[in-house]
């Protein structure tokens, strides 16, 4: 039996659901400005898609430090 089968489903859920709008903003030309963490992810995994990313403002996740960066206490 498989551990959670309703989060595989979901997670391949918001996988399609990214590619289907990437791929559609590539047809009409257009670029995006990432503001959802999972896109991001998405695009870090999925490489090919960043054609459609807008260059000039790529990502608000860009300018924010990776987990586990910076000074702490």
């Known amino acids: 039996m498989a551990a ?3 989060l595989i489903r979901l ?3 918001w996988r399609i ?7 559609d903003l590539r ?3 257009q670029k995006a400005t990432i503001y959802c963490p999972l896109v ?4 870090q995994q999925n490489i090919k ?10 990502s ?14």
Do not use: C, K, M
């Not at 991001?40 to 695009?43: A, D, E, L, Q, V």
């Not at 608000?60 to 206490?73: E, H, R, V």
């Open 40 to 43: 991001n992810r998405f695009i």
């Open 27 to 29: 047809e009409r030309q």
């Open 11 to 13: 997670v391949h859920a």
């Open 4 to 6: 959670h089968p309703p």
């Open 17 to 23: 659901l990214i590619q289907v709008v990437l791929d």
């Open 60 to 73: 608000i996740w860009a300018a924010l430090p990776a987990a586990g960066a910076g000074p702490t206490g």
């Open 49 to 58: 898609y960043a054609d459609a990313i807008d260059p000039s403002h790529p």
